[in-house]
């Protein structure tokens, strides 16, 4: 990555895109946000494009740009599966569109933030790794996949250079908690909060958390990378239930929690974990970001915050 | 299957489906064949609805029928890469709606006729077995994978008993030549014809050709089906290059060829050869039609059918 590439961030107003935002600002490299509004109030100051996807002519949109990070989401998994042709009918020819921009724009490298919670569904190993089968259970996971197959067909058509990261759970500052995206966002702001906390199902669910910071690097990782992997598990190996998650939350706040128990959602595997020795092979990534000490930090970041 | 049990093909008109049919006729079983125009000769006298998938409620279509046989594709894979987008914008979303209406009408199994040809992409093994990588290098071949995904997905959601089969190279009669599919068809009526033969590449390309007999038992085989599999691979696990087959063609017909050659095209992978012993084993099909004996049929039915 050198200072004078430019880097377009799609999705920048979400919570990975904000952090990666500030961390290409902190590096002084060259930035461009495009989101659906106005930039968040951390990002006040940094280009930005508001707009969206299927909206437009993409070309305009990445032209002058060496790298690409494409984090835009389509809904959550959940509620995919209340229309689930729509995310294949609208969202992923918006994405081949761009993708046909990013050939003819002379796009460098195109860095997309897939899915690791979603696009294996119910795995029969843990930690399950890139190689492993995909079945989605829901119609959010089989969206990230089917723009996959396009980065490795527009590979092999055009020679775009294209990096998927499967990313597990993230979590840390600028979290939004009212979009249902984020554990730990969720229960650390209750709690504080002292509202009463929220648990699908019996509190058994394993997922694999990984701190932002660490979810920033391996995206940075991805501009340089030259080794043979394309598809990167981007987690931290290790599987927390949602009641470990809860008692830790609780600890380090200091906070009883009240529980209403919900129903569990169609949409979440039982277990979730990501091996990541692929990327740490190719990359020399590994994630940094002790879970306790995240944890805090990110705790403390919600109360800074308001 | 119940002769009482009444079976929908969709793409009826195609070579799968005509075959298909026929088959089913010939076993006594209510058959509605659904496709694009009028009922080919073959299947005159057949039940037979004209339309688009696209078009009209598939509810309506769909009720009545215990089996639902999926043949209708969406272009060539070659085609598809025009323009890529357009196989996940139209032709998914409207098998997406398909899958709606079988599970509200009750479908008691949907068999899907997805490509061996092309989900895989460019295999590092040969013969492939289906849990190797999916890379497709076409569209067309992402289009097909993605239904497969939704089949999984609603299975999950709704209990929907669906199979896919990924068939290898079919040849046999009724294969129409005319719309630049089945290198089998085309070559022997060319031969038969005394015209040029057209060879795209430098004929080296190895393809698995499968009898459609022996596709058509692998379809019947499904609705009995009650092992664990879910998608499986429909080939003769042999491989031949398109010099051996226009050997093989000439020799039969006792032809001389006239080579016209042409540039290679970009989706064909170079070679592809299915391991089909999933199938074999969990339902105890095996192809039946000998390569020779299946081929000097196929030049006999051109004859015939002028």
Redesign the interface.
Known sequence: MSVGDRSLVLGAGGFIGTNLCLKLRGLGVAVTGFGRGAPPAALVGIDWISGRLDEGRPERLVAGHAHVFDLIGAGLPNSS?DN???I??DA??AK??LLEACRSEGVRRYVFASSGGTVY??TGTAPVSE?A???????YG?GK??VE??L??YR??YGLEARALRIANAYGPHQDARHGQGLVAALLRRLLAGEPVEIWGDGRIVRDYIHIDDVVAAMLACLDHDGPGRVFNVGSGIGRSVGEVLADAARITGRTPRLVRREAR?ADVPVNILDSSRLARETGWAPLVEWEAGLAATAEWIVRSG
């Open positions: 599966n689930p042709a729509q294949v009918a992923v020819p081949v569109r569904g119910i190689d089968p995909t079945e989605p259970i829901s119609a089989i996949l089917v197959k396009y490795a067909l092999h058509l169609g």
